[in-house]
């Protein structure tokens, strides 16, 4: 195994931790509501609507947030090696997985392990393994 060392941002990885974490933090204090992403924007799309304004702001400094920082200049821009297909086959996928695991990586990874949740901790280790597995059969098996 092999480290990108160009790639490997230990600094910037942590301090987005810790934001992420400060942001689920700060909306369950002050809302009393769980970051889980599927959830929000599930709950903007569905009816009624009594609840848009936080949602939309978050929605809206989640994709505004990188898209700044590309603005001004950000040191680190995605690579990303797919076509338009294959990201919206990939985004519909995990559309349906997040409905049938009752929420996403974020609100489970993030917030449902640090309330203790069994159903988060299975949630979160099933999505991970399916992670490595992919990586594992995309990278050894089909040889990419």
Known sequence: MSIDIASFTPGLSLTGGLVIGAAATVLVLFNGRIAGISGILGGLLGTPQTDAGWRVAFLTGLVGAPA???????????????????????????????????????????????????????????????????????RHLLGG
């Open 68 to 138: 700044l920082a590309g603005l001004l200049g950000s040191p680190i821009a995605p690579d990303i090696q797919a076509g338009w297909g294959e990201i919206l086959a990939a985004g519909f996928l995990v559309g349906i997985g997040t409905r049938y695991a009752s929420g996403c990586t974020s609100g489970h990874g993030v917030c449902g392990i640090s309330r203790g949740s069994v159903r988060s901790l299975v949630a979160t280790a099933t999505f991970m393994a399916s992670g490595f597995l992919t990586v594992f059969v995309s």
